[in-house]
């Protein structure tokens, strides 16, 4: 049976696809043969990378087979990316180059902290926070804190916190100097008259203790230790009876050089005898019922004994009648000072007994308590 062949079009696919860069041919429906094998052009993307280390494959253009999936360079980023937390950088995972994504690496940003803004480390410095621990931020940059004895400006560049005239220190010295080790001086002596113990501005007490520059009229043994630079004997007389003591006493001047508020420059010819109470002293004609002030006992005029004010007594019997007098017998006496006692303004006699001889019966008949005065 005789037939007619007719040629195959484009609908028709004459070679099978042999890879995946390779491409159908179909009939061109005027020619009996198959075009000429073709292959894909080099901008297809044959095959997807398989992971984030890897790069898309494309055809060559010249082979039909797709070829293996090149590695992604080292500078891709692959896995966590990068932080910064504290003062530690962490960078972002990277590729190889080999196809692995390799974790980052730590990084510390000291003397700088982490800026978490921009999860990166600072390289200049605004504020304290802006520098690792262990470092401050001196102008714009950070520097390692200062270790005890070290020189410094600011307490923020001492280890210890405590910058003391320039220097870092253990701690805070108070009117104590620093010593080269970082130490405070804890004494001082008081005529050494120089800052090595007491910071500037401060003096030294007799007690060997720093502090502010003795006032006028304190304790002193040389003229730097007091506010006015001046030490000086005076007499003092602190009750302000217008009596010193007959012994001088080293106490700071008054501003100027004169003496300080209740002292003298000269002793009074008659010496108080207890200069904490201003009714105690020489020449004190009153008297009075409760002990001196500071000093105790009841010499209020300064003659070495206490006299008494009232001494009579005044029993009211045996025919003393009469008034004045301390209701006690002759033999007890009058109260010492400052004691309280009876004391008889009048006895009367009303009556006689006689026996054998006749004597007044003298009888109280008008009494007061009181008490001892002296001086
Ligand atoms: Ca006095
Ligand atoms: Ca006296």
Known sequence: MGGTCVLRGPSHACRTVAGACDVTEYCNGLSPDCPADGVASSSLVCAQPPSPCYLASYCTGMSPNCPNNPYAPTTTQC???????????????RCNGAGTCVDGQQQSCAPYSCDTSTQSCRTTCQSQTDCAQGAY??????????ANGGMCQQNEACVSGACI???????NCGQYTCDTGGTCATSCSPTACSTSQCRIGATCANDGTCGAP???????????????GQCADWYPDLDGDGYTDSASVRRCSAQGGGPPPNHHSGATSSADCCDSDGNARPFQS????TPRVG????????TSGEQQRWTAVRPCDNGQCGSGGWLVSQLQGPPGCG???????????????CNPVCRPVCLVSDVEPRTQECH
């Open 286 to 289: 009153s008297y009075f019922s």
């Open 137 to 146: 931020c001196n102008g714009a940059h950070c520097a390692p804190k200062v």
């Open 165 to 171: 005239d320039n220097r870092c220190c253990a701690g």
């Open 339 to 353: 004691v309280s006692a009876t004391w008889v303004l009048l006895c009367e006699s009303e009556e006689f007994i």
């Open 214 to 228: 003795l006032a006028p009229g304190q304790p002193c043994q040389v003229g730097c230790q007091c506010a006015s």
């Open 295 to 302: 000093c105790g006992g009841f010499d209020y005029d300064c």
């Open 79 to 93: 896995g966590a990316p990068r932080t910064c937390t504290n003062a530690t950088l962490t960078t972002a995972a």
